[in-house]
């Protein structure tokens, strides 16, 4: 044989190999979808046109659950931020990764471990591209941020829009509608920064344009990673309070700020899932759209609704965290459907691993594979531990029946107030009719068992990150 012709041979076995392996990737990949998770903040389970708001417009919302599957009893771990967002990411209830004592701060000196295991860890651990582009609010010191979090990039605002670099002082002395008016205020009244991986890249930042500026960063990502799987988090800061708009979107009456921020919202939701469409990603993309807690009641016109269900933002009954929640993948999940299905933000990283048929590490975690609550109204999920914004046990549901325990605290006087509540959910979603002296079976039942949760939880707690000293 001549070495022309050996030469010939081995060109033609490393075409063929290499043919075979672009298969076999090609193969893995379909197991593979892309996940788009968008987190609004502080937005209600009525403030979507598909959950039934007969005031704020939201076609392109409402398209994806058209086309995708509506989770009506959807549930996040806590009502406010930080928890909410560990929660989400860890697949475990805040107690569990000592994330439970309400939001941090700009002066605060810990977050989440970058030791604990996050969605962006999972899929980028398996080949996957992974981009942050929105609120953060789980540490903003360098070692706490993104790209220690599994994440390949970062870009947005490290917590609430109502904070200030770098100690929170200096907080403008102006009325939520003084602020809407004075759409200025976004420069001139506030030090919150925008940054960029872990540079402060403008300061303050322009919040009148983020949330559009969040949303030509996250079609940068897709559009540059389209030809490889890509986990794209994408926790809005609004709309949380301060709001603000683009001047080409902006309606002066302050009466109409929250709607008008929320269509603002839907019209990028809208952008960015054109993109996903135009570049053919549809059928290999699943969108997930939900809210890190209920609606800030106490803001009024700069505020929500969690219509029907009761309270909001900071409470433990339903309005604090029962959220709206859409997921769509066409082909995947059935479109125009709706379930009922208990479930939880908790679940994502469960759920996430089970599609692209990976194992999660043997840490403990809360959430469960809800693939079949996608199709279906069946899910594993029979039970979620309530705790307050301070992360005080607050109560329990086991299917239908839904347990709480609170106790309020007036300061000045030094004295405490405990009150309890059993509500049916089933037959009352609005928490109106306490019936805890009708079923005291049912109250001694989930108080054990919430207890029983919580001794584990506390149990088998992990640390946070501390800076060291």
Same mark, same amino acid.
């Given at each position: 044989?001549?070495?022309?012709?050996?030469?010939?041979?081995? /060109?033609?076995?490393t075409? /063929?190999?290499?043919?075979?392996?672009?298969?076999?990737?090609?193969?893995?990949d379909?197991?593979? +979808?892309?996940?788009i998770?968008?987190?609004?903040?502080?937005?209600?389970?009525?403030?979507?046109?598909?959950?039934g708001?007969?005031?704020?417009r939201?076609?392109?919302?409402?398209?994806?659950?058209?086309e995708?599957?509506?989770?009506?009893?959807?549930?996040?771990?806590?009502?406010?931020?930080?928890?909410?967002?560990?929660?989400?990411?860890?697949g475990?209830?805040p107690?569990?990764?000592?994330?439970?004592?309400?939001?941090?701060?700009?002066?605060?000196?810990y977050?989440?471990?970058?030791?604990?295991?996050?969605?962006?860890?999972?899929?980028?651990?398996?080949?996957?591209? =992974?981009?942050?582009?929105?609120?953060?609010?789980?540490?903003?010191? +360098?070692?706490? /941020?993104?790209?220690?979090?599994?994440?390949?990039?970062y870009f947005?605002?490290?917590?609430?829009? *109502?904070m200030?670099?770098?100690?929170?002082?200096?907080?403008?002395?102006?009325?939520?509608?003084?602020?809407?008016?004075?759409?200025?205020?976004?420069?001139?009244?506030?030090?919150?920064?925008?940054?960029?991986?872990?540079?402060?890249?403008?300061? +303050?930042?322009?919040?009148?344009?983020?949330?559009?500026?969040?949303t030509?960063?996250?079609?940068?990502?897709?559009?540059?990673?389209?030809h490889?799987?890509?986990?794209?988090?994408?926790?809005?800061?609004?709309?949380?309070? +301060?709001?603000?708009?683009?001047?080409d979107?902006? *309606?002066?009456?302050?009466?109409?700020?929250?709607?008008?921020?929320?269509?603002h919202?839907?019209?990028?939701?809208?952008?960015?899932?054109?993109?996903?469409?135009?570049?053919?990603l549809?059928?290999?993309?699943?969108?997930?759209?939900?809210?890190?807690?209920?609606p800030?009641?106490?803001?009024?016109?700069?505020?929500?609704?969690?219509l029907?269900?009761?309270?909001?933002?900071?409470?433990?009954?339903?309005?604090?965290?029962?959220?709206?929640?859409?997921?769509?993948?066409?082909?995947?999940?059935?479109?125009?459907?709706?379930?009922?299905?208990?479930?939880?933000?908790?679940d994502?990283?469960?759920?996430?691993?089970?599609?692209?048929?990976?194992?999660?590490?043997?840490?403990k975690?809360?959430?469960?594979?809800?693939?079949?609550?996608?199709?279906? *109204?069946?899910?594993?999920?029979?039970?979620?531990?309530?705790?307050?914004?301070?992360?005080?046990?607050?109560?329990?549901?086991i299917?239908?029946?839904?347990?709480?325990?609170?106790?309020?605290?007036?300061?000045?006087?030094?004295?405490?107030?405990?009150?309890?509540?059993?509500?049916?959910?089933?037959?009352?979603?609005?928490?109106?009719?306490?019936? /805890?002296?009708?079923?005291?079976?049912q109250?001694?039942?989930?108080?054990?068992?919430?207890?029983?949760?919580?001794?584990?939880i =506390?149990?088998?707690?992990?640390?946070?990150?501390?800076?060291?000293?």
């Open positions: 044989m001549s070495p022309m012709y050996r030469g010939f041979c081995r /060109l033609v076995n075409i /063929l190999f290499s043919s075979c392996f672009i298969a076999i990737g090609q193969a893995a379909e197991t593979r +979808p892309n996940f998770i968008i987190f609004a903040d502080d937005q209600g389970y009525n403030d979507l046109g598909c959950f708001s007969k005031t704020i939201t076609p392109n919302i409402d398209r994806l659950a058209s995708g599957r509506k989770f009506t009893s959807f549930y996040v771990a806590c009502s406010v931020c930080s928890p909410s967002r560990a929660a989400l990411l860890t475990c209830y107690k569990r990764v000592g994330m439970e004592k309400h939001v941090l701060f700009p002066y605060s000196d977050g989440l471990n970058p030791k604990e295991h996050t969605i962006a860890d999972h899929l980028k651990s398996i080949g996957y591209a =992974t981009a942050c582009i929105g609120k953060w609010h789980l540490g903003h010191l +360098p070692e706490l /941020l993104p790209r220690q979090q599994g994440f390949d990039s947005g605002i490290p917590y609430s829009n *109502d200030n670099h770098p100690d929170n002082k200096g907080q403008p002395k102006l009325t939520s509608d003084e602020r809407w008016i004075n759409q200025e205020s976004a420069l001139t009244h506030w030090n919150t920064p925008l940054v960029g991986n872990e540079t402060i890249i403008e300061l +303050p930042v322009d919040q009148r344009t983020i949330t559009r500026r969040y030509d960063k996250a079609i940068e990502f897709i559009t540059a990673n389209k490889r799987p890509f986990f794209l988090y994408l926790p809005h800061s609004m709309p949380h309070i +301060p709001l603000y708009v683009p001047q979107v902006y *309606d002066p009456d302050p009466q109409n700020a929250y709607t008008c921020v929320i269509e919202i839907d019209a990028e939701v809208g952008r960015l899932a054109n993109t996903v469409r135009e570049l053919g549809a059928d290999n993309t699943y969108i997930i759209y939900t809210s890190d807690n209920g800030w009641l106490q803001f009024k016109n700069h505020g929500g609704s969690a029907p269900l009761r309270s909001g933002k900071g409470t433990t009954f339903e309005g604090g965290q029962r959220v709206p929640c859409i997921m769509w993948a066409p082909g995947r999940i059935p479109a125009g459907t709706s379930t009922s299905a208990f479930s939880s933000t908790m994502l990283l469960p759920t996430i691993a089970a599609i692209t048929k990976t194992s999660l590490p043997a840490s975690i809360d959430g469960y594979d809800i693939t079949s609550a996608m199709t279906s *109204d069946t899910t594993p999920r029979n039970e979620l531990v309530f705790y307050s914004a301070q992360g005080d046990l607050n109560g329990i549901r299917g239908n029946w839904k347990y709480l325990e609170i106790t309020t605290r007036n300061q000045k006087q030094k004295t405490s107030e405990t009150r309890a509540y059993l509500f049916n959910l089933a037959d009352d979603i609005s928490e109106e009719n306490n019936l /805890l002296e009708q079923h005291p079976d109250v001694s039942r989930l108080k054990s068992r919430m207890q029983e949760l919580d001794r584990e =506390t149990g088998n707690a992990r640390p946070v990150w501390r800076k060291p000293d």
